[in-house]
């Protein structure tokens, strides 16, 4: 009897401590990186991916988020509009608190429209078109942020940088049809004109495309000088290539998409000289120092969007911290507050259309296979 008793009670506690374990995970705090995992851009998905992995490392150990630990878990959108919808879905079914991303505008804007409706809260830390804040805002949805700049900032920055040092030079600007691509060579376009530049030719490519020999032809014929390209960094290395194998002389100027190794890569030599805009390197902010010297003793090299990543997680934690919630309606509300926030890529605020107020670009060139600020 005795020992069947014992055993009960043993039984009974286990039960005990199983219940109790699982309360404690259902207390987690589940936040998500989606973006291109896999695929020709997944170089960018695995910044988002390092950056918040080790973002969620930093703040569990420091005992969390209001007393919860973080659980992230990863989406693949592979940059494609449909996939990026279907995961967005996912993720809501999982209940997720936080979406840290898309990388992609084309995901991004999609997938907002999945968040909206969910009241799931979305900050990106790389989607750059415009549309992206301006239709959140034109239907009133409060959960929707980013933490990098617009294009519209990217494209004036890159048409002043082309008034004053390419003046009376034949212009070509040039797009991927990409919601991204197509969107910074129209706002760099318009600056440009504005500015009194007028470019000789303006025309696209298709996206995943190899041979641009017809594109370089066309470069000729209108005697360029200078290529705008809006677009990503598979394509816009195997243009810049493709040229000079072609021995055609011109400079070309890009986004903040051609800040990967991945575009020396492709280019090879032939991308020295390459121009690009990207915020100042957060990696030479001093108070970054200690986290990039974290992340390079793990054999990272938190490059591109890496530490955007990762700045995401410290402003949903701190805007957690203050609301005293991680509901969305609060957190939003703290966002749009004018608040302040400490990041590893420098103090952050948002204004009402949940934009980042600090959209600085500046100029970068690709020489010896790495890129310097200039």
């Known amino acids: 009897m005795r020992t069947f ?95 840290n991303g898309h990388y992609c505008s084309s995901s991004s804007i999609p997938a907002s429209a999945v968040y909206a409706d969910a009241g799931t809260l979305q900050i990106s830390p790389a989607s750059t078109n415009p549309r992206f804040t301006d239709e959140a805002a034109a239907k009133k949805w409060i959960n929707i942020f980013r933490i990098s700049g617009r294009d519209d900032d990217q494209g004036a920055t890159a048409a002043r940088y082309i008034a004053e040092h390419f003046k009376g030079k034949r212009l070509a600007v040039i797009h991927d049809k990409t919601a991204y691509g197509k969107g910074l060579a129209d706002e760099m376009k318009k600056a440009a004109n504005a500015l009194g530049i007028q ?57 903040d998409t051609l800040m990967t190794e991945e575009f020396y890569t492709i280019s090879g030599p032939a991308g020295d000289g390459t121009l690009m805009t990207f915020h100042p390197d957060p990696r030479k902010n001093p108070v970054a120092k200690p986290l990039v010297g974290q992340f390079q003793a793990q054999g990272i090299d938190p490059t ?65 296979g790495a890129f310097s600020q200039l």
């Not at 420091?62 to 990026?84: F, H, M, N």
């Not at 959209?359 to 010896?368: A, Q, R, S």
């Open 5 to 99: 008793l014992r055993s009960m009670m043993l039984s009974c506690a286990a039960a005990m401590l199983h219940l109790t374990t699982q309360s404690a995970a259902a207390a987690d705090i589940t936040v998500a990186v989606v973006g291109p995992m896999t695929g020709q851009y997944a170089t960018y998905g695995d910044q988002l991916r390092r950056g918040a992995e080790k973002a969620v490392a930093d703040i569990n150990a420091k005992g969390g988020i209001l007393g919860s630990k973080l659980q992230l878990i990863v989406g693949d959108d592979a940059c494609d509009p449909k996939q990026a919808v279907a995961v967005a879905n996912q993720m809501v079914a999982r209940g997720v608190a936080l979406i």
């Open 199 to 255: 470019e000789v030719l303006y025309d696209s490519i298709n996206q995943g495309e190899k041979d641009f020999t017809p594109l370089i032809s066309l470069l000729k014929q209108n005697a360029i000088d200078v290529v705008y390209f809006g677009g990503y960094h598979a394509e816009a290395g195997l243009i810049v290539r493709q040229a000079r194998e072609q021995a055609f002389a011109t400079r070309f100027i890009g986004g």
């Open 304 to 368: 591109g969007y890496t530490l955007y990543s990762y700045s995401v997680l410290q402003v949903f934690a701190e805007a957690a911290k203050t609301a005293g919630s991680v509901d969305m309606a609060k957190l939003s509300a703290v966002l749009k507050s004018g608040k302040s926030f400490d990041t590893a890529v420098g103090t952050l605020s948002f204004n009402q259309k949940g934009d980042v107020s600090r959209p600085d670009f500046v100029f970068y060139e690709w020489k010896n």
